[in-house]
């Protein structure tokens, strides 16, 4: 289940990295990890192994996105990402490609 993605990805703050989106079970693993020692608890442990568990096959992909997002908002880490307009994100014009190729 390595590609496990998140229906919604998560985006949570990091010190060292601003704002991180975590789109599939593997990004929430390596946030677990990099999470400090000294500042894990139950919460993070019951994260950690809904996130393992599917990335094994042995829970569903929404547990682990669930059982992370929990424990991000309990640390206060979930970061609140508006989400763009479909019109931003939309299909690529297909003559945009041809125009800039016959420009050069």
Known sequence: MEGA???QPVFVRDDGYGVQKIGCVMDAIE????WPVE????LHAAASDACYSAYD???SVEA???A???WARRV???????VAP????GPKIGNADHLMESDG
């Open 31 to 34: 946030f677990l990890e990099e």
């Open 76 to 82: 206060g880490v979930i970061e609140d990402v508006p």
């Open 5 to 7: 993605t998140f229906k």
């Open 86 to 89: 479909p019109w931003m994100t």
């Open 39 to 42: 500042r894990r608890g139950l």
């Open 57 to 59: 096959g042995r829970k």
């Open 68 to 70: 992370f997002t929990t």
């Open 64 to 66: 682990a996105n669930k």
